[in-house]
């Protein structure tokens, strides 16, 4: 397939750049693929929506103050870097601003009078050592929430909670799931009130999520490895609703790779794992039959993922309808319920 049959255009102004006033205040975007119908309503109305013979399954991985800004020794330079995934203790795979020009063996001040220097060039990556490695004390008083570049503002001090989930635990994300940032507490109590279970399991949002796709064919691209683990109470509430044919609704597209991928054939595995799977046209799901997700950009592997899901042709009618409809795309837009 084509790269360029999943791109679509979208003005500016559909880009939100807060989120909604309260968590539960944004719209939503029922699509049935089987009667292949779209309905609109409002994510308050979600625990009404579910078949109580459901079990949902969130991302709980917490989103890191991964941006860290630093000073290049000599020319004073400011430079951005993202703190993607530590491979070593104060070794981190980092992207960083003015790619081409952070070469190995260059040093950058940091705060505290921390120091780091490039030890190693990987195509789109760099790798940097720190003098002092930065936990994540150090990456709360300095560092920012890595907002994404459609978001057109520095981070502000309410990102801080809402660019997190309420159920987040673990720091490991270089981005939100964000299909989950949606839920209230009010909301959870309503959906566990109908007798459906809420199950964590966690991904940590990497290159693999985020990276654009840049193949002129879909096959091609290649998603970079992301970690994630399956806790074993929640493998035996999956696996239990799997033998008794429950619909599992995946909340965003990094629970479904998640489950997709812990997958071994007959049940879901519990402990921790790395996952490259990449889902596009053509594979067979076989644990996901409902997925709650937000608007995708343009020739992203996620939005390759919910056409997967439901049809590149029934999603891109979607897409359209929500325009017409005045939706608000991406991070912090409204959502969308395939059921």
């Known amino acids: ?24 205040d944004s719209r939503l975007l029922v699509v049935d693929r089987a009667a292949g119908t779209i309905s609109h309503h409002l994510f308050a109305e979600l625990p009404d929506l579910l078949d109580p013979d459901t079990l949902v ?14 000073e290049a020794a000599g020319s004073g330079g400011r430079v951005e870097f993202l703190l993607l995934k530590e491979l070593a203790e104060g070794v981190w795979q980092v992207k960083c601003s003015k790619m081409k020009k952070q070469r190995k063996g260059k040093t950058f001040m940091f705060p505290e009078n921390n120091s780091a220097v490039i030890i190693d060039e990987r195509d789109d990556i760099r790798i940097l050592k720190f003098q002092n490695p930065p936990d994540e004390k150090y990456l709360e008083q300095y560092g920012h929430i890595p907002l994404p570049p459609y978001i057109k503002r520095e981070d502000a001090d309410m990102d801080g909670e ?3 989930t309420v159920y987040s635990r673990a720091a490991g994300s270089v981005a939100a799931p964000t299909a989950g940032l949606h839920f209230s507490q ?30 002129d064919t879909i096959e091609d691209h290649r998603m970079h490895s992301e970690e994630y683990e399956v806790p ?17 609704l ?90």
């Open 232 to 248: 074993a109470a929640s493998a035996r509430l999956i696996n239990g609703a799997i033998a008794s044919k429950k619909r599992i």
């Open 162 to 164: 809402r660019y997190q």
């Open 57 to 70: 399954v969130v991302n709980n991985s917490r989103v890191r103050r991964a941006r860290l800004f630093g």
């Open 250 to 339: 995946a909340v965003g597209t990094t629970s479904v790779r998640t489950l997709e991928s812990a997958f071994d054939g007959e049940k879901v595995r519990q402990g921790r794992f790395s996952t490259d799977l990449f889902i596009y046209p053509g594979y067979t799901f076989k644990v996901v039959a409902g997925l709650l997700t937000n608007f995708h950009t343009p020739g992203s592997s996620l939005l390759v993922l919910v056409s997967a899901f439901a049809g590149r042709e029934l999603i891109f009618r979607a897409y359209e309808e929500a325009k017409k409809r005045k939706y608000r795309f991406f991070s912090y837009g409204d959502a969308m319920l395939i059921l």
């Open 1 to 24: 397939m084509k790269t360029k049959d999943f791109f679509f255009e979208l003005a500016p102004e559909f880009v939100a750049q807060y989120p909604a006033e309260k968590r539960g």
């Open 186 to 215: 009010g909301i959870l109590r309503q959906i566990k009130g109908r007798g459906i279970p809420i199950v964590p399991v966690t991904l940590h949002v990497g290159l693999g999520t985020f990276t654009p796709i840049r193949c």
